[in-house]
């Protein structure tokens, strides 16, 4: 199924190229790619994947790129290091793009690797976009699904899966138990948490607005009958992570001209995904176990092997500590907008958006600037 969804998505009058991670999913269809030139089902003779790099940074993930290329001798990688726009002179261009407020610091690296594809004559790019919502990938946000689920049907397995979690991906017991409460107490409650304890965002918005917003929310609660893991996979598809995604992709990919194809959301590979029993998806510890079964003598142990990876990263907290990102904090913090903003309280606020190090202890920094910059450029003087 994967094959001839990479197959499909290679029709076109211009070259195809890679998006590629040390990852898992995307190293999945490179080596598809590289197997189907090898088998003549493909017009181009070779393709080129771009990866980007943070040389000398835990986000770099240029090794596990050389091993992958080490057996796919029809992709030339491509490393490149998106720095060309620092945050301070970058952003505010960005949000004009993205044309509404985004999640992540991970769209602003997004779309300045496509001004670098775009930059190489690049039109088409293929990602790997799509199997971690199929195929139950990031395991940090999964385990405690599946630790219910167990619970629930086969109370005795709980505790060795645990075990297994606890080998393969570093989580401690007290942090499957947290996980697995937050299983419980569902969406709402979960997030609420989230916004007051850990992200402390909450703290520094204004109780009306915060408490009104929080009903918008798409509700997932705690399902009876091991089904958890399941909900909680179509939420993503349907509510949450995987549209925000599909979407900022898309507007920073065509805001340089270049198309990007998802092979793993194929309507075929999506049905057959979910048609599969929870084992094949999410046991022993190990996630997307389908998918590293089907690749076990096709793909390096550092890809095959890695149960830490949680996606597309980015050394935002290292940007927020340079003296340009600094002074357009600063900034932004003094201006008569920013203080006249109804949504939060501008004082309290300041004080954490001037601390260097809030966005290493985990406050939502960049949602915060983002939204400033979206609400400035849409002419929003009220909220």
């Known amino acids: 199924l994967l094959a001839d969804a990479v197959r499909l998505r290679f029709r076109s009058d211009v070259p195809v190229a890679l998006l590629q991670s040390g990852g898992l999913d995307s190293s999945a269809i490179c080596a598809t790619v590289n197997d189907q030139i090898d088998a003549g089902h493909l017009t181009q003779t070779s393709v080129t994947a771009f990866t980007a790099v943070y040389p000398g940074q ?45 999640a992540s610091s991970t769209s602003f690296v997004h779309q300045q690797l496509m001004a670098a594809i775009r930059r190489q004559g690049i039109k088409v790019v293929i990602n790997g976009q799509g199997a971690d919502e199929a195929l139950a990938g990031y395991g940090r946000y999964i385990v405690g699904y599946r630790l219910l689920d167990l619970l629930q049907t086969q109370p005795a397995a709980a505790f060795t899966e645990a075990r297994a979690m606890r080998r393969l991906m570093g989580f401690g017991f007290a942090q499957l138990a947290m996980q697995t409460a937050k299983a419980m107490l569902g969406r709402r409650a979960a997030s609420a948490y989230r916004a007051r304890y850990v992200e402390r965002a909450a703290t520094v918005l204004d109780g009306q607005f915060h408490a009104s917003e929080q009903r918008r929310l798409p509700e997932v609660t705690m399902q009876r009958g091991g089904a958890n893991l399941r909900h909680h996979l179509r939420s993503q598809l349907l509510n949450f992570g995987f549209n925000q995604i599909l979407h900022y992709e898309d507007q920073s990919s065509m805001s340089e001209s270049v198309e990007i194809r998802s ?75 920013f203080r006249s903003r109804r949504i939060w309280n501008a004082d309290r606020l300041a004080r954490t958006l001037l601390d260097p190090q809030a966005a290493a202890r985990g406050f939502p920094v960049w949602r915060f600037l983002n939204a400033e910059l979206w609400l400035r450029q849409q002419g929003i003087v009220n909220a």
């Open 58 to 102: 835990p986000q770099d993930e240029s090794a596990a790129v050389k091993d992958l290329m080490a057996g796919c001798r029809h992709v030339r990688s491509v490393l490149l290091t998106p720095a060309g726009k620092s945050l301070s002179t970058g952003m505010e261009d960005f949000v004009r793009r993205m044309q509404e407020p985004v």
């Open 263 to 337: 092979p793993f959301i194929d309507y075929r590979l999506m049905e057959f995904a979910f048609s599969l029993p929870d084992d094949a998806l999410f046991s022993g510890g190990v996630t997307k176990r389908v998918l590293r079964e089907a690749f076990a003598t096709r793909l390096p142990a550092s890809i095959l092997h890695n149960h830490r990876k949680i996606g597309f990263a980015t050394p935002f907290e290292r940007w927020m500590r340079e003296p340009s990102s600094r002074a357009m904090v600063e900034a932004l913090v003094h201006s008569p907008e």
